[in-house]
């Protein structure tokens, strides 16, 4: 069947015949989403080269802007094209899948980089410095925090418009993760969208001490992560003898095709593949953000500036779980009564765990983050169900979320006192009374991460619970329930507190946003509500999109 | 023709939507608006009235689909109309006299600063109860019937500054929410048996069903029927109700709300026919309800409520009637709409009587009253002669066929339900001659109200004597013109079906006996109240009367047999509620609150602390996979 078996992929390939090495061949038009976004991402460095400073954050924005937004038009294009259904297939020498999954998940990721971008762009928050609008960012990352050379960039008017082409090198690794078909480009696209991030996290305007230790535990963390990562593709390879998923799966479902010599020894033996399998799942669940790989979640999200929080939290859960669904549906399956019991206990401790810690959150954004752990477990929830319905579930579950998320952490970027953002919650205390809008709209975003109807959080939820209690996974169904109880008090607490207790006299302003974050707000809101009162069409959607290709 | 049934209802609900969304804009031309409204409403019946005579009896029905309204899988429920006999009937009813007592509104309320709210809702009080008589299925019904309920109790409590006012409409409401609830149980029933609730199907269908259900459906139809119409034992609320203004009460009784529950049992008289048990219990309750409420009117100074206590006796007539089956379902029928002239007329002219007394509503307090009201005199007097049943005036003809079909019921049975409804035209004579003389007979016994303003009386403004008048007529020639080849009998029974009972005694006897008894209840109450004078304060009085007076402890009996024990039981249950309930619940939030608090303390900023949690994660990651291998 599979051109990957035949064919072999390319790696395999030169290593097995290093006499004869045939041309690659590339199918540029299935990989256009990703070939627009990494070329704009270049054109970003070369404006940053050659533009002059006053110029380049229209040029940027621009460039970004078209780049996703012509990256999404090929997405929908080769949707149109069949190439989700019946056309699906392996492209680029076995590399990249090009599939349903593949195209909903880049899909969203582009719709949520292009909303993210719109934040990232936001100057009418921050106070006019010098003369000068200001952005979220650092005037210039690399002078020391209250510097000198800080002081002089700022009085100089400088601002980081490097943010645009990182985050589009970013959004280029993270299209290939959940479309990689074999665990080299898998681990090249891990690293080509994780170091932007760590340079974006440590980039913020405010708090920068606070936000370069976040990018430095990330970074830190991040690499450890890989290292496992890495190890446990090195311990399939000697299992498997290749690294291509097809390939992996052929051996794991028992059809050796041909025997390494050099690997004879290994090859088939399954402790390999069991400790190989968790440590690469482990690199996944480090991105996931699950229980007990989430650690430096909070601190992050935190640390970050806010804008790239919210792309961070939206779109690398996105991606993550992307690969973790096709490592698991497309390597693993033939493992399934091996790693489902694990999955279960991550999952579970992922849902409480994340829930119980938030019930005692002071800070927003560490609120929010710890909200995105207990979500990252209920969206295992749909994973584990192992069934088609489980995919898709899990798809419009991420698509859903993600607009919540980055509407939410849009919102937190206008809520302000003198010191920047007022991520404290005693400060958001009455907010509702002085700004009944944005509250109104925080609480939106809230009751759907707290999975009310009439929102996106409830369909979500609603879909991957029921996913996995036809999956046969009915108890942590029924944890999945009691986490979401748990989860909905701080979520309703925040409410409460917005509306209903009296405002500080020192408390924060709103700030007036400009059309960018304004409307990243309002389309936020719009899918939320429309993903809640019309879910169907998407579910359908999803559903359509939810078989990968082998 | 058909679309012209949706116009029907959507008449006066757009005068309700005028009325009550205008604001003051409308204040000086708000009551004329409702008016016209309700008599366009009565134009559009009267149209359709002659379109239907014009086809042949078999082809009279019809209807109009106007929307779909819940379509979910199996479950349909659509917005459509059925215009038959049957409707027909109460759209006449319900336009022609809510149209009069709109008329007389408009003198009656003519100093209250919130009369364009007050026709608002008279128009609203219309809209539903057309909506209500015109569904084509029980989930539409139940639309009109919550609206009627609605109405209701916004026009009971229209005085709401008054206390007592405003807990009347809260008791009707009440009351009628427990009927409510029978009727919503009933609904589910018939989907569960039937698989729909429109009327054509299940009605057709309803001898395939079990007994039992049908029993059931028909038992919850019942309590419906208690609630809307004021029978045992859900008839507190109708008294208390008179704190409405009077026009309210008049629409209460004649043409609206009461009648419901006659036109729900019979509707739904292939369902009473199939379940014999349940239409035992509908003659049972309608027998117990006739002599109730007129052993109440009987007790009663308030002229209102006297007045209420009959409208409670005489709708106990009608439910008897329908419980009698197809003997008895056009007679309700015919009983209800004679009915719906002498009673609006009863009602109109005593609110000309108080409008005349500085609102004084004590019969004792009124006497002589017929030289200076005439017009009110004779056409209350008219009305009361209907309403005894004297020869040759309406109530004459349709109350008399009841007693007849009571007895054709056969057996012990027919002649205990003969028996009561004898007896029941005996105490109504009573009752409504005592009335009679108190108010417009006798001596003066007026006295001046609180502010010490003597009551000049006088005749009201032709606005409220020009509607009495013509339900006067009504209720002197309607009888008897139904009466003419049965033409009513005739008219109705394609719908409701008809068959003669096997009566024990012929139908002149049973005549005859009706004028004894009558004449009986005329001389003792002229013997009591017409013969001597009447003392301005009440005497004592035996128990009986007590009794009467406080609605034969009707009160009492549903605050010590329902009150009391449901404060206990909400009781119990808060305590419930607090020390279990919450106790839990508040421990489990605390014991989650303490061990997030812990939890909390892992994430201590050391990025090796997390390396080890990952590092630890990962392990037991391994190690749980070769265990799940090895087990």
């Not at chain 1, 696209?189 to 996290?201: H, K």
């Not at chain 2, 199907?201 to 919850?220: F, R, W, Y």
């Amino acid at each position: 069947m599979t051109h990957a078996a035949t064919v072999h992929s390319l790696w395999t390939t030169a290593a097995a015949a290093p006499d004869k090495i045939p041309s690659p061949d590339i199918e540029y038009g299935q990989l256009s989403p990703t070939l627009i976004v990494l070329g704009a991402a270049i054109v970003g460095v070369l404006i940053e080269a050659f533009l002059p400073r006053r110029q380049r954050y229209v040029a940027q924005l621009f460039v970004s802007v078209v780049a996703l937004a012509a990256a999404f038009a090929a997405v929908i294009g080769l949707a149109a094209g069949d190439y989700g259904t019946s056309k699906a297939h392996v492209a680029a020498m076995g590399a990249i899948a090009v599939d349903g999954p593949a195209l909903f998940l880049q899909g969203t990721i582009l719709l949520v980089a292009l909303v993210a971008v719109f934040t990232f762009a936001e100057r009418r928050l921050d106070p006019v410095v010098h003369g000068n609008r200001v952005d979220s960012f650092a005037a210039q990352a690399a002078a020391v925090p209250g510097g000198d050379a800080e002081k002089a960039a700022v009085k100089a008017g400088f601002t980081t418009t490097e943010v645009f082409p990182l985050v589009l090198f970013a959004v280029g690794g993270m299209l290939v993760f959940p479309s990689a078909n074999d665990l080299l480009t898998l681990f090249v696209a891990l690293e080509v969208f994780s170091l932007p991030l760590y340079i974006l996290c440590a980039l913020a305007r405010r708090h920068r001490a606070l936000s370069q230790e976040a990018a430095v535990k990330y970074f830190l963390l991040g690499a450890f992560s890989s290292a496992f990562l890495l190890f446990g593709i090195a311990l399939l390879y000697g299992y498997a003898g290749t690294v291509a998923y097809s390939g992996i799966a052929d051996v794991v479902d028992g059809q050796v095709r041909n025997v390494t010599p050099a690997l004879a020894g290994t090859m088939g033996n399954d402790a390999l593949l069991l400790i190989g399998g968790a440590m690469v799942l482990m690199g996944l669940l480090f991105k996931i953000g699950a229980v007990p790989f989430h650690m430096w979640t909070p601190d992050v999200y935190q640390g970050a500036p806010t804008p790239v929080t919210g792309f961070m939290a939206a779109a690398t859960k996105v991606a993550a779980f992307g690969a973790l669904l096709r490592l698991l549906y497309v390597v693993l399956p033939g493992l399934r009564w091996d790693w489902r019991p694990v999955m279960w206990g991550v999952a579970i401790v992922t849902m409480l765990g994340g829930a119980i810690v938030a019930v005692t959150q002071t800070d927003v954004k560490r609120l929010l983050a710890y909200s995105s752990i207990a979500h990252a477990g209920f969206i295992l929830a749909g994973v584990i169900a192992t069934t088609p319905d489980g995919i898709s579930s899990v798809l419009f579950y991420l698509a859903a979320y993600s607009f919540v998320t980055l509407g939410a952490f849009a919102v937190v970027t206008l809520v302000r006192d003198a010191g920047g953002e007022a991520t404290h919650l005693s400060k958001w205390a009455g907010l509702g009374r002085r700004s009944p809008l944005v509250a109104a709209v925080f609480a939106v975003f809230l009751l759907a991460f707290a999975g009310i109807p009439l929102t996106s959080g409830f369909a979500g939820k609603f879909a991957v619970f029921k996913a996995a209690a036809d999956g046969g996974a009915g108890p942590l169904v029924v944890i999945g329930v009691i986490s979401s109880a748990i989860a909905a008090f701080f979520y309703i607490r925040v409410i409460v507190l917005m509306f209903f207790s009296e405002p500080r006299t020192d408390g924060p302003s709103v700030a007036v946003p400009s059309p960018l974050t304004s409307s990243a707000i309002a389309i936020g809101v719009a899918v939320t509500l429309v993903l809640g009162v019309a879910p169907q069409y998407f579910l359908d959607l999803a559903s359509q999109a939810g078989v990968f290709v082998r | 023709m058909e679309n012209l049934i949706g116009l029907l209802v959507a008449v006066p609900l757009l005068g309700a939507a005028l009325l009550l969304c205008g604001g003051r804009r409308l204040d000086g031309k708000g009551h004329y608006i409702g008016t016209v409204l309700a008599g366009a409403s009565f134009v559009i019946g009267a149209v359709l009235f002659a379109d239907m005579l014009g086809r042949g009896e078999h082809d009279r029905a019809l209807h109009s689909k106007v929307f779909s309204w819940i379509p979910v899988g199996g479950f349909r429920a659509d917005v459509a109309f059925q215009l038959d006999q049957l409707s027909m009937t109460f759209v006449l009813l319900i336009t022609g006299v809510g149209t009069l007592i709109h008329i007389y509104s408009i003198g009656y309320m003519e100093h209250d600063e919130r009369r364009r709210r007050f026709f608002g809702y008279l128009n609203l009080f219309l809209a539903a109860m057309l909506l209500l008589v015109l569904a084509d299925n029980y989930l539409l019904l139940y639309v009109g019937w919550e609206g009627v309920g609605l109405a209701s109790y916004l026009l009971i409590g229209f005085w709401q500054h008054k206390p007592s006012a405003a807990t009347a409409a809260k008791k009707a409401f009440i009351v009628n929410r427990v009927g409510d609830v029978g009727l919503s149980i009933a609904i589910m029933l018939m989907f569960t048996t039937f698989g729909t609730f429109t009327f054509a199907p299940v009605l057709t269908n309803a001898d395939h069903a079990s007994e039992g259900k049908l029993t059931a459906i028909g038992l919850m139809l019942l309590l419906a029927a208690c609630g809307k119409s004021a029978q045992v034992p859900l008839q507190s609320w109708l008294g208390d109700a008179m704190e409405g203004p009077t026009p309210v009460s008049a629409l209460i009784h004649a043409a609206t709300m009461v009648t419901a529950g006659v036109y729900l049992i019979t509707r739904s008289g292939a369902i009473f026919n199939a379940a014999p048990d349940a239409q035992a219990a509908v003659v049972a309750v309608g027998a117990v309800t006739l002599l109730f409420g007129a052993i109440v009117g009987c007790a009663k100074d308030d002229i209102k409520k006297a007045l209420a206590g009959s409208t409670m006796s005489q709708i106990g007539y009608m439910i008897l009637a329908a419980g009698l089956g197809p003997i008895g379902y056009v007679f309700a029928i015919m009983h209800l709409v004679t009915h719906g002239f002498f009673k609006a007329g009863l009602f109109l002219g005593a609110g000309s009587v108080m409008h005349a007394m500085n609102d004084e509503v004590d019969m004792r307090k009124y006497g002589g009253l017929r030289k200076y009201m005439p017009v009110t005199f004779i056409t209350f007097g008219l009305g009361y002669l209907a309403i005894i049943g004297f020869p040759g005036l309406s109530g004459f003809w349709s109350k008399d066929k009841i007693i007849e079909a009571a007895f054709a019921k056969g057996g012990t049975e027919g002649w205990i339900l003969g028996g009561a409804a004898l007896l029941g035209a005996a105490i109504t004579a009573y009752y409504m001659t005592r009335v009679m003389l108190l108010t417009f007979f006798g001596e003066k016994r007026w006295v001046p109200d609180e502010e010490g303003h003597e009551p000049h009386p006088h005749e009201s403004p032709s606005s409220m004597t020009i509607p009495m008048i013509v339900l006067a007529v009504g209720s002197v020639f309607a009888g008897g013109l139904f009466s003419v080849n049965d033409a009513f009998l005739k008219w109705l029974e394609p719908v409701t079906g008809h068959s003669h009972g096997d009566s024990p005694l012929s139908a002149a006897a049973v005549t005859a006996g009706t004028m004894v008894v009558l004449a009986i209840g005329v001389a003792l109450a002229w013997a009591q109240y017409g013969r001597r004078p009447v003392p301005r304060t009440a005497p004592r009085g035996s128990l009986l009367t007590r009794a009467a007076r406080r609605d034969l402890l009707q009160d009492d009996f549903n605050h010590v047999a329902l009150v009391k024990p449901g404060q206990y039981l909400t009781r119990g249950l808060v305590y419930v509620d607090h020390k279990l309930v919450d106790g839990v619940v508040n421990g489990t939030a605390a014991s989650v609150g303490g061990l997030s608090g812990r939890l909390r303390k892992l994430q201590n900023g050391y990025a090796r602390t997390y390396a080890v949690s990952m590092f630890g994660g990962t392990a037991v990651l391994i190690a749980a996979t070769l265990l799940m291998r090895a087990v």
